[in-house]
């Protein structure tokens, strides 16, 4: 016999479910990224200056590709979460050129796949608070070369916890999990490279 509660119970998925799964699938990217930008060279002032050029370069065609694959009616929470601004006023702020380089992207192929990108930049806003403080022992203030690593400063732990209310909305289902976990690594890999590639130089992990 059909158990009577079968087409209604369904396993209860823990809150963080998503969450968990792109904090680990990510974990040792994480671990890379953060050895390749190095906390304790912040403070040299032409490396840094590559690395906001490198973001600078970076965001604008991976916003276009998440924007793509987002439903219309998320395009102006996109542009209101957006911190690209914060890195044209440290370029100016440090008379930084663009980069002429366009980063390769990764190609998102829907919903779930925009949200597990969007777990890394919007996730990388928490380490910008350890890099903002790093960055402030070396002088540099928001608004005077820092603004993108402080980014929305004291509102990033709640900017933080609306984000992870969509996220968990949005990943609902189990299948999503595992798409948003490949573009989550998509988009490591893919910031990584254009990292390596804009300071010459390479991260070595076993
Ligand atoms: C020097 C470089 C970096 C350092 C020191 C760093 C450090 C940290 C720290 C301390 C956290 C945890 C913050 C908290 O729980 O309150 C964090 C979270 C995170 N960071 Fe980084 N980070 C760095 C670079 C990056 C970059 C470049 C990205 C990606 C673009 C990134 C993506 C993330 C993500 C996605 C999380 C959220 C993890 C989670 O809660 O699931 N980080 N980072």
């Not at 900017?159 to 798409?179: I, K």
Request: aromatic share 8%.
């Amino acid at each position: 016999m059909k158990s009577p509660t079968a087409a209604t119970e369904r396993p209860a998925l823990s809150d963080d479910t998503a969450l968990l799964a792109l904090r680990q699938a990510t974990r040792e990217r994480h671990a890379r990224i953060d050895t390749l930008m190095d906390l304790r060279r912040m403070g040299d002032r032409a490396r840094y200056g590559r690395i906001l050029q490198a973001f600078h370069a970076f965001l604008a065609p991976w916003e276009q590709s998440v924007a793509n694959a987002l439903p219309a009616h998320r395009h102006a929470w996109l542009h209101g979460r957006s911190r690209r601004h914060f890195l044209q006023e440290d370029l100016a702020a440090l008379a930084l050129p663009p980069l002429a380089a366009k980063p390769a992207v990764p190609r998102l192929q829907g919903n779930a796949a925009a949200w597990g990108s969007l777990y890394v930049i919007e996730g990388s806003a928490l380490g910008g608070q350890v890099i903002s403080r790093a960055l402030a022992g070396a002088g540099l203030a928001p608004g005077m070369g820092s603004s993108y690593f402080h980014g929305w400063g004291d509102d990033t732990p709640g900017m933080w916890r609306d984000f992870r209310s969509e996220l968990r909305s949005e990943l609902a289902a189990p299948a999503c999990v595992e798409t948003a976990c490949a573009a989550a690594c998509a988009t490591f890999d893919a910031l990584t490279a254009h990292l390596e590639q804009t300071l010459d130089e390479r991260v070595t992990f076993a």
